[in-house]
T-cell receptor, first 111, second 118 residues
Framework: KQEVTQIPAALSVPEGENLVLNCSFT??????LQWFRQDPGKGLTSLLL?????REQTSGRLNASLDKSSGRSTLYIAASQPGDSATYLC??????????FGTGTRLKVLA | GAVVSQHPSWVICKSGTSVKIECRSL??????MFWYRQFPKQSLMLMAT?????????EQGVEKDKFLINHASLTLSTLTVTSAHPEDSSFYIC??????????????FGPGTRLTVL
């Protein structure tokens, strides 16, 4: 059974710092890994999707990497801003197309 | 990009009543839709997979008679919480996968429905 874990569970950093969020999964037989952002009381905003054949994806200040063999992904956020404060979720999919979500990292960027 | 809507965005109901939540794919056809629930400060948990024209597949521990799912068309799936109780209060989110079989197998998520049962 696929399990997805995110470390740390919560993170508080001063504005301007570069930071790394971690996601690990137990079954490497995945199709995709996707990173989402969720603001309090809101739905999901897709940030980056990495196919199983890819190693990384970039969008603006965000960079996500994938190492399938080790069951890990990282989300790198450069020059963090208070507006980046949110919960970040990673999710993996397999042949059944089901998304298995991680436990989430609550990020707070202090002005 | 593909858009998924949910209605209502929030609902408050009395204990014992039933509540229907709609999930629509606005600009694409979705053979498969998924329903998730999220408790406060927790992650999303898959409840069921909704397939157009057939019965939904429920995850272990989810009562199919409690959470009725209907996927009557390629753009609409509904989740009905029957005889709702306070413990059913949660944030319900749906997602939809394009029928054409996206190369990326990407799903698109709705904005969620917050259910509060008094």
């Amino acid at each position: 059974k696929q399990e997805v874990t995110q470390i740390p569970a919560a993170l508080s950093v001063p504005e301007g710092e570069n930071l790394v969020l971690n996601c690990s999964f137990t079954d490497s037989a995945i199709y995709n890994l996707q990173w989402f952002r969720q603001d309090p009381g809101k739905g999901l905003t897709s940030l980056l999707l990495i196919q199983s054949s890819q190693r990384e994806q970039t969008s603006g200040r965000l960079n996500a990497s994938l190492d399938k063999s080790s069951g890990r992904s990282t989300l790198y956020i450069a020059a963090s801003q208070p507006g980046d404060s949110a919960t970040y979720l990673c999710a993996v999919t397999s042949g059944t197309y089901k998304y298995i979500f991680g436990t989430g990292t609550r990020l707070k960027v202090l002005a | 990009g593909a858009v998924v809507s949910q209605h209502p965005s929030w609902v408050i109901c009395k204990s014992g009543t039933s509540v229907k939540i709609e999930c629509r794919s606005l600009d694409f056809q979705a053979t498969t839709m998924f329903w998730y629930r999220q408790f406060p400060k927790q992650s999303l948990m898959l409840m069921a997979t909704s397939n157009e024209g057939s019965k939904a597949t429920y995850e272990q521990g989810v009562e199919k008679d409690k959470f009725l799912i209907n996927h009557a068309s390629l753009t609409l799936s509904t989740l009905t919480v029957t005889s709702a109780h306070p413990e059913d209060s949660s944030f319900y989110i749906c997602s939809a996968r394009e029928s054409t079989g996206s190369t990326y197998n990407e799903q698109f998520f709705g904005p969620g429905t917050r259910l509060t049962v008094l």
